[in-house]
């Protein structure tokens, strides 16, 4: 039976959902894919035959509904067949980062019982092996491309199964990040994802030859939603061909319509292209002038005098960055953290819609959106359809309705914390609500710093503020329970190493641009000597000036008892391998303040 939401109906559940999208887009290009130097594609016929193939092959290997499959791989077409096989099976997909550690992997795998767990290659299923006897349930370990191979069992059984799953069944186990600790398997109905379907379908304007590039990992929920919704309207799914420093290179290429990505990849092409102005006698003053001017049309409000300048700066500019993504992006979201304003102008500008949005794995991914219809910039937009948003006294978000997850897996106690009798989900989050309902996300209610002086800070804000330099990868407020805040910054290589380039300075090339990834060899911050010090470009004076006039244009947009008395640059970057950042490469706060004990102490003056 389908749901409806007007004219976008959808499958019941998602375990129907390749033979739902085979009957309605059987002949259209479903995915496109790098395979060697040449791109190929599959129909939506061709997916729901690999899907079948795979959830046959999984009854015959004896998965029973609701009973957990891991899957640890890398974003390619076959993470979609194993995704939609296991829901056809009526089973339920566990998602687990291939970057994840080894604690993390065997935890994750343990605690959500899995019984099978599709691998990508032989070294994931090695490490999946040798954890063998910290998972009791664990009965299978196979390797993705060798599913469909074992088939077994015949097609009608599968179409029974997955007829039989009702909308309340749990569709995923989606462990969070774990910046406190270990993650928590968040489970998700298949009538929590139809929600979201419903709701943002009609915001997203896509179908038959419209293509989306897939670059995020589908152990993402974000990379997930993108693919249910773009495979629902008959759009075309990309994925990138395997090599993140390729990105950039193949959105001229694949020429998608749709872009998800993280603020990083836009923040980044904005940079590249301030550099390229840079490098020309009065660059930097031309480009910004084309962009205010690029936002004043934008907003419709470019007045006739400078429309000359307008279609001067199309063909130097706009048109050109319109062509980087391939010139055809008509959409492009990003959410986990704010981009930079400034990047937004640009983007704006140069006629590149970029949405921002907010959700958070337990309202199946989201709850706020900008979308065309509806976009305030400096805010993640409205309240989706059907999801209800209040803010507490204390200023943290809440949320409710249809999309809200029933709970973590085996864990009652951090099911109660969460989610309150009236079915408010606390976020966790900050924010605030402005008059036309536009939702601003301030900070995170458990990173609150409070100094000696009482004062209560919001890192977040402070944290942005500086990374909003381009020469700055990550910044880290320091402060609880201290008389004031200072801040940890990483400097971005490629950044450092392009203004070192034009403005002739000479920088040591072997300083350590990446965190430890072994703990017996890497010496710990405290053990760093001196002579690794000196050759970072952090003692260089210019560099430093770099990060002091970031520090300072922060602080003059902060409160000042929010403001930076003090920072240190780090001679590398926050890394999950460290165990700096999780596997969605979200700050872990208390190991960045281990690691850097020494450091910090010297801030403060110890």
């Given amino acids: 039976m389908d749901a409806a939401d007007g004219a976008r109906p959808r499958p019941g559940t998602l375990a129907r959902f390749t033979q739902w999208t085979e009957e309605r887009h059987g002949p259209e290009t479903a995915l496109r894919f790098r395979a060697g130097d040449a791109w190929q594609t599959r129909t939506y016929a061709e997916l729901a035959a690999e899907v079948r193939a795979v959830g046959c092959a999984l009854l015959g290997l004896g998965v029973a509904a609701g009973e957990r499959v891991a899957v640890l791989a890398e974003t390619r077409p076959q993470w979609t067949y194993t995704h939609f096989g296991v829901l056809a099976a009526g089973a339920v997909l566990v998602p687990v980062y291939p970057t994840a550690g080894e604690e993390e992997l065997a935890w994750v795998l343990a605690d959500s019982e899995a019984v099978l767990a599709v ?182 409000r470019l007045p006739e005098s400078r429309r000359e300048e307008h279609a001067a700066a199309e063909e130097s500019l706009y048109s050109l960055v319109r062509g980087a993504f391939g010139g055809r992006l008509k959409w492009a979201l990003t959410g986990g953290a704010p981009i930079a304003p400034a990047t937004l102008d640009f983007l704006r500008a140069c006629g590149i819609a970029v949405y921002e949005g907010y959700g958070m794995t337990e309202s199946a991914g989201v709850i706020s959106l900008n979308h065309p219809d509806a976009v305030r910039h400096g805010t993640v937009g409205r309240p989706i359809a059907g999801c209800e948003v209040r803010i507490a006294q204390d ?65 977040t804000e402070a944290e942005f503020a500086i990374q909003r330099s381009r020469y700055v990868s990550r910044a880290v407020m320091i402060g609880d329970g201290r008389p004031h805040p200072v801040a940890l910054v990483t400097l971005d290589a490629e950044e450092i190493a392009a203004w070192a380039a034009r403005e002739g300075v000479t920088l040591n090339d072997s300083w350590p641009r990446r965190g430890s990834t072994d703990p017996v060899t890497q010496p710990s911050a405290a053990e760093r000597s001196a002579a690794e010090r000196s050759a970072h470009p952090s003692t260089h004076p210019a560099v430093r000036a770099l990060v002091e006039q970031a520090v300072a244009e922060a602080n003059a947009t902060l409160s000042r008892p929010a403001r930076i008395r003090a920072f240190h640059i780090l001679p590398e970057d926050f890394t999950p391998e460290a165990g700096t950042l999780t596997p969605t490469l979200k700050l872990r706060r208390k190991a960045v303040s281990e690691r850097y004990a020494r450091e910090i102490e010297a801030l403060y003056g110890g």
């Fill in 119 to 300: 691998c990508d290659d032989a070294a994931q299923a090695e490490r999946v092996e040798a954890l063998r006897g910290k998972l009791p349930h664990l009965r299978e370990v196979v390797l993705m491309d060798a599913l469909p191979e074992l088939a077994s069992v015949p097609e009608g059984e599968l179409l029974a199964r997955a007829q039989a799953v009702p909308p309340g069944a749990d569709a995923s186990v989606v462990y969070t990040s774990g910046t406190t600790g270990l993650p928590k398997g968040c489970r998700l109905t298949h009538a929590n994802l139809g929600a979201i379907q419903d709701a943002t379908l009609p915001l997203i304007r896509g179908g038959p030859g419209d293509s989306t590039y897939l670059y995020l990992p589908l152990a993402h929920l974000l990379a997930q939603l993108i693919q249910f919704t773009t495979l629902l309207e008959g759009g075309e799914l990309c994925y990138f061909g395997g090599r993140i420093e390729d990105v950039l290179s193949e959105l001229s290429v694949v020429r998608p319509t749709h872009l998800p990505s993280v603020p990083r990849l836009f923040e980044k092409l904005h940079s590249v292209v301030l550099s390229l102005a840079e490098s020309r006698e009065g660059g930097r003053e031309s480009f910004e002038e084309a962009v205010r001017v690029g936002v004043l049309a934008a907003e419709g």
């Fill in 395 to 459: 200023g943290e978000v809440l949320a409710r309705g249809p999309m809200v997850f029933p709970g973590y897996h085996a864990n009652a106690s951090a099911t109660s914390e969460a989610l309150d009798a009236e079915g408010w989900l606390h976020t966790g989050d900050l924010g605030e609500l402005d008059s036309d309902g536009y939702l601003r996300i301030t900070g995170r209610k458990k990173e609150l710093i409070i100094t000696s002086a009482g004062k209560n800070l919001t890192p």
